[in-house]
């Protein structure tokens, strides 16, 4: 079945200590997109690729940093963690530049900072 | 006044009873209108699309959508236990970001 997967599910790092979440698709879709979660809120969207061209969302922290180095696969980096950065990062895709494509949601990867 | 209002819930039923769950807005320009449900620890699936004004129907899920009266709903007929998960509206206007609701959960009883 073609996938949005990310990995890990689960992540725990410490205070400060760079981390690397990862989101590849099989769906063969231009744009990925990264999405924070807090509990019981909307996600929040961070910033999205369309193929290698980067979308920066204007209120997202420099803290956090993306890469895409092909069409499957997209990193979220987070040089140096705070506590107010524990949440679930959700990765999606959809087929085309407009936004009102149906966009397809990983599982997310849950951060926990001690 | 936010851009997006839903009411979190929690909205408790027994199974087979007629869910109704709603959305306002305040962005008269939104045009594409969607719902996805989420599991407990896992994303947001997809569930109905819509665009403009109107009705749509899907097994047992109904979207709909006032925009006069900037408002959106999605009727679950015959409510299962597996639909007990959290429903986000979403919606934007052409090339612009998707704007999400915070999700109401929903729990159905057996």
């Known amino acids: 079945d073609a996938m949005v997967i990310q990995n890990p599910r689960y992540q725990v790092t410490q205070f400060g200590k760079p981390v690397t979440l990862s989101c590849s698709q099989t769906l063969n879709h231009n744009v990925m997109y990264w999405y924070q979660q807090k509990s019981s809120q909307a996600p929040k969207l961070l910033f999205h690729y369309y193929d290698k061209d980067f979308n920066n969302e204007a209120d997202t922290p420099d803290n956090f940093q993306s890469r895409r180095p092909n069409t499957s696969f997209c990193f979220l980096d987070i040089r140096s963690p705070g506590l107010g950065d524990a949440a679930m990062y959700l990765c999606a895709t959809s087929r085309g530049r407009d936004y009102n494509q149906p966009q397809h949601f990983g599982d997310g990867t849950r951060l926990s900072i001690l | 006044q936010k851009e997006v209002e839903q009411d979190p819930g929690p909205l408790s039923v027994p199974e087979g009873a007629i869910v109704s769950l709603n959305c306002t807005y305040s962005?008269?320009?939104?045009?594409?209108f969607m719902w996805y449900r989420q599991y407990s620890r896992k994303g947001p699936e997809l569930l109905m699309y819509t665009y403009s004004s109107g009705n749509k129907e899907d097994g047992r899920f109904t979207a709909q959508v006032d925009k006069s009266s900037k408002y959106i709903s999605l009727f679950i007929r015959d409510s299962q236990p597996s639909d007990s998960a959290t429903y986000l509206c979403?919606?934007?206007?052409?090339?612009?970001?998707?704007?999400f609701g915070k999700g109401t959960t929903l729990s159905v009883s057996s």
């Open positions: 979403a919606m934007n206007q052409a090339g612009t970001a998707l704007i």
């Open positions: 962005n008269s320009a939104f045009q594409y």
